[in-house]
């Protein structure tokens, strides 16, 4: 379904000029989950912007993104809109961050259920009810009237959430959806995300830095470094039989509990 | 909030009241009394702020000189906003060379002097306060430009446009309805402190005769006519000028008021400073 060959980002600007992504290649089938794994600024968020061509003005970024048969890198701005959000649906880092802080919830639920169908505003309120409703935000009729920074972080990513399954999605692009909340709540928002994967029937690129997390969920699991894949395989054989020392590093700082 | 805050408000919404109000009660601020020309008489029961050479009410004029000033706040701030907004949108949203060329043109016009800019126009054309108006406008929407485009600049590498942009949202759409509002906040301080300046000016102009014409009442004028009275009727030059810094004065404080009402951040910074 989604098909990346040699995907090579480049920032330029006046005095320096930084290569974030190095050509990499990887596949998604359809209801296939992969898993990204990297530290921070080994360009798993930079790769997966590009997908949707969301990078700021000063990347350049070659290659092909195979989506259902189009290449989208060579795609005008105007088909990606088509592709954003309804075909292809982006969660990001910290929810808080990612809703407009001078609108209620409603009001931004309501204009992206509009704008990928011809729902009426009522209508379209009432399926951001229950959407609501349905990533377990409590008294959702009333809170829905609420603005973001009314609500905790976790809340604030499961309004992300319902706000991303409104537009249907054939793909999500979880770019490290759990990293700025708490360990329990990063609990609830990974088991509702794997039951909505269940029932919307969606394939899933989960970007993480938690190996643990990946582990779990993922059929296949890409390890990133500085711009690269280094290896790439199934949860089983990448913590398995780890080849590459990067991937070791990663697998042995993963916390011990002790007694 | 602080008491020259609360003052301003207060000085300033009374101001306005009066100067809406009067109209509407049959007085006029023309009308001479024949029996005191040439005798200016001293604040009294009669006429609070006295009487000026041809024994016109001041405290009538002062009024009606309200009309005019807030009037110009008004008018040439709406129209220094609407120009302001529109390039300062614009250009930080198209951003590139587009906004390094607006830019360029904006550092030009600002280095043009404002108030000889105007005298010139007053004197090639009729003076007239609609002319006054439109060319403090015209002439002052650079300041307005130069904050909304910082502010856009900084909101669209902002997470939630790009957010907006993920969803598939037009660019237009982003713009208008989820950019701008965010600009609101430097807009209505520039304005309070644009209209303080505007009053200025057309104070300025109708002093030298090229705003308001006599016999229609302005502080400017009020003030040019004490002059051949300043030492027998003092309270001829007083009262006006009193009146254009007091105006003057208590926008400048609104603004700094709702700056520091509307941005948290500016507040902590005042808290560690006092």
Known sequence: ?259 | MTGKVWFSFIYLGGLTVLALLVPFFNFDPTQIDESLIGRPQAPSFAHWFGTDELGRDILLRSIYGSRISLMVGFVSVGISICIGVIVGVLSGFIGGRVDFLVMRVLDTLMALPTLFLILIIQVMLEPSIFNVMVVIGVTSWMGVARLVRAEVLSMKERVFVTACRARGIVERKILFKHIVPHTLNPIIVAAMLGMGGAILIESVLSFLGLGVQPPHASWGNMLENSLGYLRDAPWMALIPGVLITLTVLSLNFLGDGLWLLLDPKARERDVIHT
């Open chain 1, 1 to 259: 379904m989604l098909s990346i060959r040699n995907l090579d980002v480049e920032f330029h600007s006046d005095q320096s000029r930084v290569h974030a992504v190095k050509g990499i290649s990887y596949e998604l089938s359809e209801g296939q989950t992969l898993g990204i794994v990297g530290e921070s600024g080994s360009g798993k968020s930079v790769s997966s912007l590009s997908i949707l061509k969301l990078l700021p003005s000063t990347a350049r970024v070659s290659g092909e993104v195979f989506w259902k048969g189009t290449d989208l890198i060579k795609e005008t701005e105007a088909a990606m809109r088509l592709v954003r959000g309804a075909q292809i649906g982006y969660i990001f880092q910290n929810p808080l961050s990612a809703l407009n802080p001078v609108f209620t919830v409603a009001n931004q639920m309501v204009e992206t259920i509009c704008l990928h169908s011809d729902a009426t505003k009522e209508e379209a309120l009432e399926e951001a009810i229950e959407l609501l409703d349905k990533v377990k935000i409590e008294n959702p009729r009333k809170r829905i009237h609420d603005y973001p920074h009314q609500f905790s972080l976790g809340m604030c990513q499961r309004i992300m959430i319902a706000m991303t399954l409104s537009m249907k999605p054939d793909l999500l692009i979880a770019d490290e959806p759990t990293a700025s909340l708490d360990v329990t709540t990063q609990k609830e928002i990974l088991e509702l995300m794997d039951s909505l994967k269940e029932e919307y029937q969606m394939s899933m690129i989960l970007i993480s830095h938690d190996l643990g997390v990946v582990a779990e969920r993922c059929d296949e699991v890409a390890v990133m470094y500085l711009g690269e894949i280094v290896e790439m395989g199934t949860p089983k054989d990448i913590f398995g039989s780890p080849k590459e020392a990067y991937t070791k590093i990663l697998i042995d700082a993963i916390p011990k509990i002790r007694f």
